[in-house]
């Protein structure tokens, strides 16, 4: 049997008539990364102030490690960490001493564990550093440790790598992945670039205009992922002509699409298996081609289908 750490239903937050969470219903399986994604202002902040009761919901209803999320509240929230937007901490004290005062601050100061903390998020010879002196990403570690020191069995991420260079997404990337695959922690993680959560979600949400339009595993996502190919042509009106005299239909069979670079390929959407006719009949019309390319849509060419406007996360 399936144990779930978060499941809503109809969870729905409203801000007088603006409704910024529509009815979700969202399951968190223990032990699972789950990838929340969305434009800026999707609703993924609200939906997690909701799960943390730092804002009620209009309706609906909230389940914490299979209880509803206010029957015991001390003792739920005994076993969340969390991140919302940029973590806290006091400038001029080192990473040992600001999570020392959190320990305390919360009531259960155990030196063990804070040291624990930080050696799991590779922080430990840097203990005694000034928090003011931390890099962007020491910085986001360290609040991960601010999360994990109590030892919880869910953590909620809301942007946790937003703002990071490539050395410290993939530091973030390597630890939840850590924590979720070596400790059993589960993990809700909100984020708009798609690339990253891709790399460590077990599960995907999506949200768009406070919906939660879609709920999939990594093994669905990829049978979903659209095949296509690609041509580069001598001449793409003439190969496009061709293709339609040999039966096949524009927007419904091949797109004439423009690359980065502004020159235009046609691109095959259906019949992908004739790409080696299609071939020989554009070489045989005398038509060059340059390239022919099986290629996988990517995350962001998904969503962007999936959500139905052309937009770009990041």
Same mark, same amino acid.
């Given at each position: ?7 809503t ?9 603006? =409704?910024a ?5 969202m399951?968190?399986e223990k032990?699972?990364i ?5 434009r800026?202002?999707a ?8 799960l943390?009761n730092l ?7 909230i389940n ?6 206010l029957?015991h509240?001390?003792k739920?929230?005994?076993k ?6 940029t973590p ?7 990473a040992?001493?600001n999570?020392k005062?959190?320990?305390?601050l919360?009531?259960?100061y ?5 040291d ?8 430990y ?7 003011k002196?931390f ?6 570690r ?8 109590h030892?919880p069995?869910l ?5 946790p ?5 490539p ?8 630890l ?5 695959h ?6 809700l993680?909100s984020?708009?670039i ?8 077990d599960?995907?949400g999506v949200m768009?205009?406070?919906?939660l339009i879609?709920e999939l595993?990594k093994?669905?996502?990829?049978n979903?992922l659209?095949?296509? =190919?690609?041509?580069e042509?001598?001449n ?22 423009k690359?980065?670079?502004n020159e235009l ?10 790409r080696d ?5 554009? =070489?045989?019309s005398?038509?060059? =081609?340059s390239?022919?390319i099986?290629?996988e ?7 962007t289908?999936?959500?139905g ?6």
């Amino acid at each position: 049997m399936i144990e779930y750490a978060i499941e809503t239903e109809n969870l729905t937050k409203k801000f007088g008539k603006d =409704v910024a969470v529509n009815s979700i219903n969202m399951n968190i399986e223990k032990g699972k990364i789950y990838g929340l994604l969305g434009r800026n202002g999707a609703g993924k902040t609200t939906t997690m102030c909701m799960l943390l009761n730092l804002s009620k919901p209009t309706s609906g209803k909230i389940n914490l490690f299979g209880e509803p999320y206010l029957k015991h509240p001390q003792k739920t929230y005994s076993k969340i960490g969390s991140i919302i937007e940029t973590p806290g901490f006091y400038e001029n004290l080192n990473a040992y001493e600001n999570l020392k005062i959190i320990s305390k601050l919360r009531g259960n100061y155990n030196k063990k564990t804070i040291d624990e903390a930080l050696n799991l998020v590779c922080l430990y010879d840097a203990k005694y550093k000034k928090f003011k002196d931390f890099s962007l990403g020491m910085k986001q570690r360290l609040g991960i440790a601010a999360a994990i020191m109590h030892n919880p069995d869910l953590l909620i991420l809301d942007e946790p790598i937003n703002g990071l260079d490539p050395v410290g997404i993939k530091e973030i990337r390597e630890l939840l992945k850590t924590l979720a695959h070596d400790y059993g922690i589960t993990i809700l993680i909100s984020s708009h670039i798609l690339s990253e959560i891709e790399h460590i979600a077990d599960i995907i949400g999506v949200m768009d205009h406070g919906n939660l339009i879609e709920e999939l595993s990594k093994e669905e996502l990829e049978n979903k992922l659209n095949k296509y =190919v690609d041509f580069e042509v001598s001449n793409i009106r003439e190969a496009s002509e061709i293709l339609k005299k040999s039966g096949f239909k524009e927007n419904m069979d091949f797109i004439i699409k423009k690359t980065p670079e502004n020159e235009l390929l046609l691109r095959l959407i259906n019949h992908l298996n004739l790409r080696d006719e299609i071939n020989e009949i554009f =070489v045989k019309s005398g038509i060059k =081609v340059s390239k022919l390319i099986l290629c996988e849509e990517s995350l962001e060419e998904f969503f962007t289908r999936l959500i139905g406007d052309e937009i770009r996360f990041s």
